[in-house]
C-alpha cells in the first residue's frame, strides 16, 4: 500500500515550525535553569501551584529532555487519515506483502523509537520504564505551557498515540504477548542481559547437543548455554534432564513464550524466535548439526561484529541465479548499497547466507529480528489453493530444472537461512557484515588431472595447473580470517541420515576451499558436495586433535 510510504515525513513537514519553536523553547528553558542552579539563586523555572507536590529541586536536564520527548510523540502523531491507512489489515501476498510489511516496520520503528525515548529513564545503569507521563503533566502543569497546549488535549493526544502503537504492534507482531506486555518490556530486558549461546534442539538432535557442547566447553568457553525447544513432543523431559546435567545449560520451552494461533512455529522456523527470546541480548545461534574447531566466544570480537552488532556467514558459492527483479519488488525505496552486493543481486547465486550460525545484538537490532520472525513464522508457508505465496514460496519454492537435476535429493524447501540478511534489509538496517573469511570443505583429497570441468575458464595469464585437489562431503567448512578452519555444518558423518550400524564418520584429513568467483562445486546424492581447487591444506596437528575429541565425544554420546 504505497500510499502509507512516509507518512511521518508528510506530518513533520507540515507541522515543522511549531516542532522548532518547541525545541527552541525547550532549550531555552534548559539553559536558563542551569544559569539558575550554577549562580545559586535556587529559582525555579516551573512555578508549581501550592496543591501540587513539593520538590526541593528538579533534575532539569531530565525535565526538558521528558518535554522534548512529549513533543516529539505529539508531532508524530498520524491523523485520523492516516492512523486508519496504517492500521489496516494487509491482505496482499507474495512480493507487495513483504514489502508492504517492511514498509508498516519502518513506520513502526520510528514511531517505537519515539515511545521508547519518552518512557525509558537513563539514570540508572540497567535503565527501567516510567510509566507515568499522564501523572507527570499533571504536576508539572508549566510544560503545557511551553508546548503551547493545554494539558486535556495533550493527554488525550498521548492516550491516541498509544492506542496507534499498541494496534500497530499488534498486527504486526501479535505472538509476543504471552511472555512480554508489550515491545518496550520485551527490548529494554535484554538491554543488560550478557552473552551466551542459543541451540534449538527436538529429540532427533539431543545426541548432536551431548557431543557439541561438551566439545565447546573443551575449547575454553564458558558462556551460559540455552537450548529452546517446542513442547514436550518436541523435546522430551528426558531430553531436556540429559542436557541439563551438562554445565551451564538450561532448556527453555518457546511455545510458552509464542503465541502462534492460526499457524504452526516448527523446525528451522523457530531459530529467529530462539535468538529473540533467549534471555542473552548478545546471542551466537549454533545450529544443532554445527560443531567449532575454535572457541565460539572469540565471534563476539570480530571486527564486523563490533562495528555492526550482526554477523552472518556465506554459504557455497554455487547455482548461478540473479534474484535482483525478485528484490526489486520487495525491498523498499531507495535499495541499499549493501543490498546490491549480495549474490542474488548480481546474479552470482541464489544462495548467500548459511545460517547455521548467527551473532547478533538483539537489543540492538531488536525490530529487525521481530520482522525476521514474522518471515518465519505466519508469512512462511504459502497455500496454492488459496492463491497465497509465501516467504519460503518465494526464496526457495521455484527450483530450476538444472537445480533439481543436479540435486536430486532436493524434495522441500531450504528454511529460513535468507531471512535474515532480507529481514533487515527490508526494516532499512544496513548494520549487519557477512564473515568474509574462505568457506570450503574437509576430508580425504583425492588428486587428479584437470578436465574441462574441473576448474573455470583460465585467463590468458594464467596458466592451467598439472594438478587439482578433489575433496567431497557433506559438510560446509567456514575458514577463519586467516584460513584456517573455525566451524562447520552438517555433522560428523558421511550421512547423518544413514540408518544405525550404516553411520560412519568422515576421515577427516586436508580441506580445500574456495577460489575466485566461480569455484567447483558438484552436487551429489545424499548431501554430499564435492569441491575442486587447486590448492589442498592439511589439517594441523592441533586441528585433528580437536575433531579426533569432537568424535569422541559423539561416540560417548552413542550419536553414531
Not at 522430551?236 to 532448556?251: K, N, Q
Not at 549454533?286 to 554477523?311: C, E, K, V, W
Not at 566451524?487 to 558421511?494: A, Q, R, T, V
Amino acid at each position: 500500500m504505497s500510499k502509507s510510504v512516509g507518512f511521518t515525513e508528510i506530518k513533520l513537514q507540515h507541522r515543522r515550525p511549531r516542532r522548532i519553536l518547541v525545541q527552541i523553547t525547550v532549550i531555552v528553558s534548559t539553559l536558563w535553569a542551569l544559569f539558575h542552579t550554577l549562580s545559586g539563586l535556587g529559582e525555579q523555572l516551573y512555578p508549581e501551584p501550592a496543591k501540587e507536590s513539593s520538590q526541593s529541586s528538579v533534575d532539569w536536564e531530565s525535565h526538558a529532555a521528558f518535554t522534548q520527548s512529549l513533543s516529539h510523540i505529539l508531532q508524530l502523531l498520524p491523523n485520523e487519515h492516516q492512523t486508519k491507512e496504517l492500521l489496516s489489515p494487509i491482505k496482499l501476498t507474495g512480493e507487495p506483502r513483504l514489502k508492504e510489511y517492511g514498509i508498516r516496520t519502518r513506520q513502526y520503528k520510528q514511531l517505537y523509537e519515539a515511545w521508547e525515548t519518552l518512557h525509558l529513564n537513563k539514570t540508572t545503569p540497567n535503565r527501567f520504564i516510567q510509566d507515568n507521563v499522564i501523572q507527570r503533566l499533571y504536576e508539572n502543569p508549566s510544560i503545557a505551557t511551553i508546548l503551547g497546549e493545554d494539558i486535556t488535549s495533550i493527554v488525550h493526544g498521548y492516550e491516541t498515540y498509544r492506542s496507534t502503537i499498541t494496534h500497530l504492534a499488534t498486527l504486526l507482531f501479535p505472538w509476543t504477548t504471552p511472555y512480554f506486555a508489550d515491545h518496550l518490556q520485551l527490548r529494554q530486558q535484554l538491554y543488560s542481559a550478557g552473552r551466551g549461546l542459543v541451540f534449538t534442539a527436538g529429540n532427533g538432535q539431543v545426541r548432536y547437543l551431548l557431543t557439541s557442547i561438551p566439545s565447546i566447553r573443551r575449547l575454553g568457553c564458558t558462556l551460559p548455554i540455552e537450548v529452546m525447544y517446542l513442547g514436550d513432543e518436541d523435546l522430551s523431559p528426558t531430553s531436556r534432564a540429559a542436557l541439563e546435567a551438562l554445565p551451564g545449560v538450561v532448556t527453555r520451552d518457546l511455545h510458552k513464550m509464542i503465541n502462534d494461533s492460526g499457524w504452526k512455529l516448527r523446525g528451522w522456523a523457530g531459530k529467529p524466535f530462539a535468538v529473540l527470546f533467549s534471555s542473552f541480548r548478545e546471542v551466537i545461534f549454533i545450529d544443532a548439526d554445527s560443531l567449532f574447531l575454535q572457541n565460539p566466544a572469540i565471534l563476539f570480537d570480530d571486527f564486523a561484529y563490533r562495528d555492526t552488532g550482526a554477523l552472518f556467514f556465506k554459504d557455497r558459492l554455487i547455482m548461478p541465479e540473479s534474484k535482483r527483479e525478485w528484490m526489486q519488488k520487495v525491498l523498499p525505496e531507495p535499495i541499499s548499497s549493501k543490498a546490491q552486493e549480495v549474490r542474488l543481486w548480481d546474479g552470482q547465486s541464489g544462495h548467500m547466507q548459511e545460517s547455521g550460525v548467527l551473532v547478533i545484538d538483539t537489543y540492538r537490532h531488536f525490530l529487525s529480528l521481530l520482522l525476521v520472525t514474522r518471515m518465519n513464522g505466519p508469512d512462511r508457508d504459502g497455500n496454492k489453493e488459496k492463491g497465497i505465496r509465501g516467504v519460503y514460496d518465494m526464496l526457495f519454492g521455484e527450483f530450476s530444472s538444472s537445480m533439481k537435476k543436479r540435486c536430486t535429493g532436493l524434495t522441500k524447501k531450504i528454511g529460513d537461512k535468507e531471512t535474515f540478511w532480507l529481514g533487515w534489509e527490508l526494516v532499512g538496517d544496513t548494520d549487519y557484515a557477512f564473515h568474509n573469511g574462505s568457506v570450503g570443505t574437509m576430508g580425504v583429497a583425492h588428486a587428479h588431472a584437470p578436465d574441462s570441468n574441473s576448474l573455470p575458464s583460465p585467463s590468458p595469464d594464467s596458466s592451467v595447473p598439472s594438478k587439482v585437489y578433489t575433496v567431497c562431503a557433506p559438510q560446509l567448512l567456514h575458514l577463519d580470517r586467516m584460513g584456517r578452519p573455525l566451524w562447520f555444518n552438517g555433522w560428523l558423518l558421511e550421512n547423518k541420515f544413514a540408518e544405525a550400524g550404516k553411520r560412519r564418520p568422515v576421515k577427516f584429513e586436508t580441506f580445500v576451499r574456495e577460489e575466485g568467483r566461480e569455484p567447483n562445486w558438484e552436487l551429489k546424492e545424499g548431501n554430499v558436495c564435492c569441491l575442486t581447487s587447486k590448492k589442498m591444506f592439511s589439517l594441523s596437528q592441533e586441528e585433528s586433535d580437536i575433531l579426533d575429541m569432537i568424535i569422541a565425544a559423539g561416540r560417548r554420546a552413542e550419536a553414531f
